[in-house]
C-alpha cells in the first residue's frame, strides 16, 4: 500500500469514527445525566435535560420526574426536552434506556398562577353613595366588613354610610339597619344609629354582631331587625359586664360555636372576649403594642385588625401593625402563623413572607388562610403546609378579570361563601368584588 493510499484509508477511518456522534447513541452503553434546567417550575413546564447516551428516538427515553411519566418532545444523544408531569410532587428526574436507568437531579414544582383565579364586581357601581336595589346598580360608601349568613346572604358594614346592608342571594341590596348618619341609638332597623361600624360576624343564633368602632360598643342585631348594645360604654379599657366594659376602637368581631364573641380592639392591642351574657374579659395582649408569643398578657400584638376561626375553633388574627397573622387558642395561647415582621411583599415559606398591613382573615374548606392584605392590594393565601401566595390582585386601583391582572383599592375584609366563592370588600373602589375559580 503507498502512503497516499494509507494516508486516504486512515482518514476515511477518521471520518467514520467522527460521524458516530451523529448517530443514536449506543444504548448498550448506560445514559447518565449532569444537569437539568430549570430545577423548578409549574406543571406542563418545558425541563432539558443534559447528559450523555440518550436515544434520538423520543419515545426510546422512558423520563419520569419523581417515578412519574414524563413526554419526550425532543432527544439528541446529549440532550432531552421534555414536558413536566402533573400530580408529580416533588422529586427526582429519571431517564431509562433499555433497562438502564440514570438519576438526576431533584425537580421541585411551583404553585400554580394566580391566573385559575377571575375577579369580578359581585355589588357596587364605584361611585360613593347610598343607594338600594339590584347589586350591580347600588351604591356603597367604603364597605368596610362583610360576613355571610345561613341563608348565603351578604352582610355589609357600610362604614362612611353608618348602617348595615345585605345583598340577598337573588342580587338585592337592601338597609338592615341604621338611618346613615353617624350616631348612637337602639331600637329596630333604621331607627338606629352607628357611628363607624367597622365589621360584622353572624352567630349561630343569626344574630348580626357589629364592632361599632366610634361608638366604642359591641352591638347586636336580631333576625328581625331589633338593634341593642352587647357591651361597652365610653373609650378605653375595662373588663365587666355590658356597659361596664370599655373598648378602644373595636374593629372586628366573630363568634364561636358557643355564643361568644371575640373582638379585635385595635388600639387597646388586645383581644377581648364577650360571652353571650355580655361580660367581657381579655383572651390576649397585654395593652403595649408590639410582638410577642405567649398565653394570655404574657402575649403582644400591635394594632390588630381582622379576626376569623379556623376549623378547630382557634381564633386568626390578622395583626395589622407587626404585618403578621397570628393565631390564638380558646385558652389564649398566642402563637405566629406567617410573616416576618417587616412590612413587604414575599411570597413563600411562612416564616419568612412579608405582608403590608394585613387587615382582615378569612379561613375557606381546605384550611387556607386567606388575607386581605390592604397596603399591598392584594388576596393573599397561607396553606396549612406554612406556604404563602398571592392568590389575587396585582397594584392598587380597579380592574376586573384574571386574578393576577385583577386591581383592589385596599381591600379590608373578605368572606368564604358555601361555594367556595370568596367575597371581598373592596373599601376604596366602593364595591364588594368576587373572586372565584376557573
Not at 35 to 61: H, L, Y
Not at 312 to 317: A, D, L, T
Not at 323 to 345: D, E, F, N, Q, Y
Request: with cysteine; charged share 20%; glycine share 12%.
Amino acid at each position: 500500500m503507498s502512503k497516499i493510499t494509507a494516508y486516504i484509508f486512515m482518514g476515511m477511518l477518521l471520518v467514520a469514527s467522527c460521524s458516530k456522534d451523529d448517530h443514536p447513541a449506543d444504548v448498550s452503553t448506560a445514559p447518565s445525566i449532569t444537569s437539568i434546567w430549570p430545577d423548578n417550575g409549574q406543571e406542563n413546564s418545558i425541563v432539558i435535560i443534559n447528559g450523555k447516551n440518550f436515544s434520538t428516538v423520543n419515545t426510546e427515553n422512558h423520563v419520569q420526574f419523581n417515578g412519574v411519566d414524563a413526554i419526550v418532545i425532543e432527544a439528541s444523544a446529549r440532550q432531552l426536552q421534555v414536558v413536566s408531569p402533573k400530580n408529580a410532587g416533588n422529586g427526582k428526574v429519571t431517564v431509562t434506556i433499555n433497562g438502564q436507568t440514570a438519576e438526576g437531579p431533584v425537580f421541585t414544582y411551583k404553585a400554580p398562577p394566580a391566573s385559575q383565579y377571575i375577579v369580578n364586581t359581585f355589588a357596587g357601581t364605584g361611585t360613593a353613595g347610598l343607594m338600594n336595589g339590584v347589586a350591580l346598580e347600588a351604591q356603597f360608601r367604603n364597605p368596610e366588613g362583610l360576613a355571610i349568613d345561613a341563608a348565603g346572604n351578604i352582610i355589609v358594614a357600610d362604614r362612611q354610610n353608618h348602617v348595615i346592608r345585605k345583598i340577598s342571594t337573588n342580587g338585592e341590596v337592601t338597609t338592615i339597619a341604621g338611618d346613615g348618619t353617624a350616631g348612637y341609638a337602639d331600637g329596630q332597623g333604621t331607627t338606629a344609629k352607628f357611628n363607624l361600624p367597622w365589621k360584622v360576624a353572624i352567630d349561630k343564633q343569626g344574630n348580626i354582631i357589629v364592632a361599632d368602632r366610634d361608638n366604642f360598643k359591641i352591638r347586636k342585631i336580631t333576625p328581625d331587625g331589633m338593634v341593642s348594645t352587647l357591651a361597652g360604654s365610653t373609650a378605653g379599657y375595662a373588663d365587666g359586664a355590658g356597659s361596664a366594659a370599655r373598648f378602644m376602637q373595636p374593629l372586628d368581631v366573630v363568634a364561636d360555636d358557643q355564643g361568644n364573641v371575640y373582638v379585635a380592639d385595635n388600639t387597646g392591642h388586645r383581644i377581648r372576649k364577650v360571652t353571650p351574657a355580655g361580660v367581657v374579659t381579655t383572651l390576649a395582649g397585654d395593652g403595649t403594642a408590639g410582638y410577642q408569643d405567649g398565653t394570655g398578657t404574657g402575649a403582644k400584638l400591635r394594632n390588630p385588625s381582622g379576626l376569623t376561626l379556623d376549623n378547630e375553633g382557634n381564633i386568626i388574627v390578622a395583626d395589622r401593625i407587626n404585618h403578621r397573622i397570628r393565631k390564638i387558642t380558646p385558652a389564649g395561647v398566642v402563637t405566629t402563623v406567617a410573616g416576618s415582621g417587616s412590612s413587604g411583599l414575599i411570597d413563600g415559606d411562612a416564616a419568612t413572607a412579608r405582608f403590608a398591613d394585613p387587615y382582615g382573615v378569612a379561613v375557606d374548606n381546605d384550611g387556607n388562610i386567606l388575607v386581605a392584605d390592604l397596603t399591598n392590594a392584594r388576596i393573599r393565601q397561607i396553606t396549612p403546609a406554612g406556604q404563602v401566595s398571592t392568590l389575587a390582585g396585582s397594584s392598587a386601583g380597579f380592574a376586573d378579570g384574571l386574578s393576577h391582572d385583577a386591581r383592589f383599592s385596599s381591600p379590608s375584609d373578605l368572606e368564604v361563601g358555601a361555594d367556595g366563592k370568596i367575597y371581598v370588600a373592596d373599601l376604596n373602589n366602593h364595591r364588594i368584588r368576587v373572586i372565584k375559580k376557573i
